[in-house]
């Protein structure tokens, strides 16, 4: 019998705020909320914010979710880029002798100046490359809220925003468990815990790869940071050196679109076969950068200003709907960028009883098919249906029939592209078709936050555990309609909230697609339904005394979002504290003890194979 992953804690910080205290997912059905809920994470959204004591509920919002790009990041009205010129034979010009390129380029003649700066004439017609800028053709994304400067709450030593974004939210993940981390080493060994998490693109900005492949042709030096730094999995390093201490497990899996799904894959999956007991997983993207969104721009996928007047009939001289510009499944030009950091917390059923952990959920599987044979890189194929149907076949066999049709929801990919919203319909239409869905619900949480790439199914997990929690689906309200050639038959494509009351939808299927052929679908039980797995598997007695355990849980959590709001939490960040090298371990033939870990890593292995002498 597989020992069931459950989901004991959620941290990380998207657009629309910070994710622990489900203040991520209730941005997005604020309105929906009971006065306190709204209070509470106004409240959270303004520290977060660095926002004085009594700015107005409209200020506070007004830096969430897509919206206009602004300057912290970099200004989309003038993108510092070269310009060739062409210098005709003849042509002059004055320099510092300090500043002349070595070797000389060939036909230039020089002559020193009194004041000691060189003319230079160039014999030859050649092209130089003159500093200019160019407005973007996209300035709207998914940024995090305006003010949160990750990079100021711990010694960043010019980390790439990826990588600070992981520090916060790998911390709010571990805080918001309630529990402590040492205590929690004294139950496991080092090898049954995991850390799986990157991003899709690596480190990008100037503090990682992209300043390892600028700096020459700015005139600058590569530091000694931006290559090891750069890494696609140096999310997981971090956790493990500077947040955790862990020697577990670690690494990232890549699957574009579909990364988070990818690593989540391989924590349940080993938690399932015993493998390992605590897994984090989570993935850190930010893609906000010009080259990147030149890049999708150029490809067609990123829905640019001209796009979206066009779509509103709007003249050129009046400013696009920025807030607006991802519209799943309705008429649409393309997908909206985004940053984002999310991180879930799983342990082993029996590990989590013990600890009196908060259950949130748990993982019953995540489905990975390819493509095959395709027409293009970036086309869609056949895998996605392959991954929802044994989803959602999985879903009724654990859950039965009527929870799959009547008690079951689906966060779709949703990107907000033309061809999306005909494929995955499709995909979504046909499923429930087959498996009995009269009006299954299908919600597209990017139609608030944007497209954050690698960690997106992230982003789609913190609005599905707020769904259990709070009760209220949150609905497309980008769009005034569907499209015509969205296909919706058994689907309720959600254009408003929909209340569902808390924790009665039993199953939440997180759908991911991906360039390449990346497709993903996770099966989430509820926290219902995963108690009920529990006890059935448990006995009262192990649930009572649970439940006894998570009132100390609780008071911890309750402590640590009471920091929060007061802006006295800061990240872990452990840097050379704790250090271990060989001469720290105790080696036996058995066993080698770590310092920090209560269970001893255990050397009596059997031979997994068959017997050959």
Not at 160 to 178: H, K, N, Q
Not at 354 to 373: M, R, T
Not at 474 to 500: C, F, M, R
Request: net charge negative; aromatic share 6%.
């Amino acid at each position: 019998m597989s020992r069931l992953p459950v989901i004991v804690a959620q941290g990380g910080v998207s657009p629309a705020g910070r994710t622990s205290g489900f203040h991520g997912y209730r941005r997005l059905v604020l309105e929906c909320l009971d006065d306190q809920s709204q209070s509470d994470t106004l409240a959270a959204l303004r520290t977060l914010r660095n926002l004085p004591e009594g700015s107005s509920r409209e200020d506070i919002l007004s830096g969430t979710l897509i919206r206009e790009l602004e300057n912290n990041l970099f200004d989309h009205k003038a993108i510092p880029v070269h310009q060739a010129v062409q210098a005709e034979a003849g042509s002059e010009f004055i320099l510092k002798g300090r500043r002349l390129p070595n070797p000389l380029p060939a036909g230039w003649q020089l002559e020193k100046r009194e004041d000691g700066q060189i003319k230079v004439r160039i014999e030859t017609s050649q092209q130089l490359m003159i500093p200019a800028t160019r407005e973007s053709l996209v300035s709207a994304a998914g940024q995090l809220p305006s003010g949160f400067a990750p990079e100021k709450l711990y010694q960043s030593r010019n980390h790439p925003r990826s990588l600070t974004m992981t520090v916060f939210g790998a911390s709010d993940a571990i805080y918001s468990a309630g529990m402590d981390w040492n205590v929690i080493k004294q139950k496991l060994s080092p090898d049954q815990v995991a850390v799986y998490s990157g991003s899709a693109m690596s480190q990008l900005d100037f503090n990682g790869n992209g300043g390892l492949l600028q700096s020459r042709l700015l005139g600058k030096r590569v530091t000694s940071k931006q290559c090891p730094l750069g890494f696609a999995e140096m999310s997981a390093d971090f956790i493990n050196a500077y947040i955790l201490g862990s020697l577990g497990g670690t690494g990232t899996n890549m699957g574009a679109c579909a990364t988070l799904l990818y690593n989540l894959e391989q924590g349940a999956s080993e938690i399932r076969s015993g493998r390992r007991r605590l897994v984090i997983v989570g993935n850190s993207e930010a893609p906000i950068t010009p080259e990147v969104m030149e890049g999708y721009s150029t490809m067609g996928a990123l829905t640019t200003d001209a796009a979206l007047r066009n779509l509103d009939g709007l003249s050129e001289a009046e400013n696009p709907h920025w807030r607006r510009a991802c519209r799943p499944f309705g008429n649409n030009a393309g997908f909206t960028i985004a940053e984002s950091s999310q991180f879930l917390v799983l342990m082993d059923d029996e590990l989590a009883l013990e600890c009196g952990a908060e259950i949130l959920g748990s993982v019953a599987d995540v489905f990975i098919n390819a493509d095959g044979f395709k027409k293009s890189i970036s086309a869609p194929g056949a895998g996605n249906h392959l991954t929802v149907a044994r989803a959602a076949a999985l879903g009724r066999a654990i859950a039965g029939e009527d929870a799959l049709r009547y008690r079951s929801f689906v966060q779709a990919h949703g990107t907000g592209t033309p061809q999306n919203r005909v494929t995955e319909s499709h995909i979504l239409s046909e499923t429930a078709k087959v498996f009995g869905m009269d009006s299954w619900p299908v919600a597209a949480v990017k139609s608030y936050v944007g497209h954050s790439i690698g960690a997106a199914g992230g982003d789609q997990i913190m609005a599905t555990l707020g769904v259990w929690k709070h009760g209220f689906i949150p609905g497309i309200k980008t769009i005034n309609g569907l499209a015509e050639d969205v296909y919706s038959e058994k689907l309720n494509i959600l254009q408003n909230h929909l209340e569902t009351g808390v924790d009665q939808m039993d199953l939440a299927l997180i759908n991911a697609k991906g360039f390449g052929g990346n497709n993903a679908t996770a099966l989430l039980l509820s926290p219902g339904t995963t108690r009920k797995m529990l006890k059935a598997r448990h006995g009262d007695k192990a649930m009572t005394q649970w439940q006894k355990k998570n009132e100390s849980v609780t008071r911890q959590q309750d402590d640590y979002e009471q920091r929060c709001q007061s802006g006295e939490s800061n990240p872990i960040y452990q840097f050379g504290e704790g250090v271990l090298d060989g001469g720290d371990l105790t080696f036996t033939g058995e066993q080698v003890n770590v310092p920090g870990y209560g269970q001893a890593l255990n050397l009596e292995m059997e031979n997994p194979f068959w017997h050959f002498n």
